[in-house]
């Protein structure tokens, strides 16, 4: 079992109260008792093995025991820029992409969004931190508030991919082709430097107009498509992760 307590709460070390629903699910769901093991996460990479030292009045509580060091992450920071969809579609694609290793989602309001404002930031920020449980993720994706797609990015020296149906470069050669610009182009966090962002975007239901194409790809961003068939949005949005994550690890 993995949980999510925040870094502060981390530092205590002892005694470590969770939250009304986390107690819940454990002491309800799990059965758990004094002495179970447990998985803590920080959210930011850090790992650390637990046990549970208390239940009492519906409240758990764990004590650390030390520190883990997980390794499933991709080896590109992965930020996917997601075209708003309607419904339970984008909590699926924020579940399914933080699942795979996304590090940011980004959701955008492009010319075909049927979708142009919402209000579920939270929501979505809580189905990426119970994703990252359920797959033993040290690392809780950031889901950043919406903005237009036009916008993202507009910093000098961002590369990625722009996901189009209509066509563009084959996948292999467009991700080798952005990987060179992001290895050793981020800023130093503790030695060496670390990769820089690769950005995806994909479209809405009705994908991206032509002129938004063209203008992702005169800020830098490389056009490519996922193939033959013309994918839904979710899928579109989960397959080019997964692709994407796939070619990372296998060309380390």
Do not use: N
Not at 123 to 149: F, S
Not at 206 to 233: D, P, Q, Y
């Amino acid at each position: 079992m993995t949980i999510f307590i925040p870094p502060d709460d981390i530092a205590k070390r002892k005694g470590i109260s969770l939250s009304a629903d986390t107690s819940r699910y454990l002491s309800s769901v799990l059965r758990s008792k004094t002495g179970d093991p447990v998985t803590v996460i920080d959210g930011r990479g850090r790992a650390y093995a637990a046990v549970v030292s208390s239940l009492s009045k519906g409240v758990v509580a764990v004590d650390i025991t030390g520190e883990i060091f997980p390794d499933t992450e991709p080896p590109v920071p992965l930020v996917l820029c997601q075209g708003i969809l309607k419904g339970e579609k984008m909590d699926l694609v924020v579940q399914k992409t933080t699942e795979l290793g996304v590090r940011e989602i980004v959701p955008v309001i492009s010319e075909r969004c049927l979708v142009k404002e919402t209000r579920k930031v939270k929501r979505w920020q809580k189905i990426a931190e119970e994703a990252a449980e359920q797959c033993g993720r040290a690392v809780i994706p950031r889901i950043h508030e919406p903005v237009e797609l036009l916008s993202v990015p507009e910093e000098r020296g961002i590369r990625g991919l722009v996901f189009w149906e209509q066509g563009g470069m084959l996948l292999r050669e467009a991700f080798a082709k952005v990987k060179q610009h992001c290895d050793g182009a981020g800023l130093p966090e503790s030695g060496p430097l670390s990769p820089a962002p690769f950005y995806l975007l994909v479209g809405p239901e009705g994908g991206f107009s032509r002129e938004e194409v063209e203008r992702a790809e005169a800020r830098g961003l490389v056009r490519t498509t996922l193939g033959r068939r013309v994918l839904r949005a979710e899928t579109a949005a989960i397959v080019s992760v997964a692709l994407i994550v796939y070619l990372s690890e296998s060309l380390q």
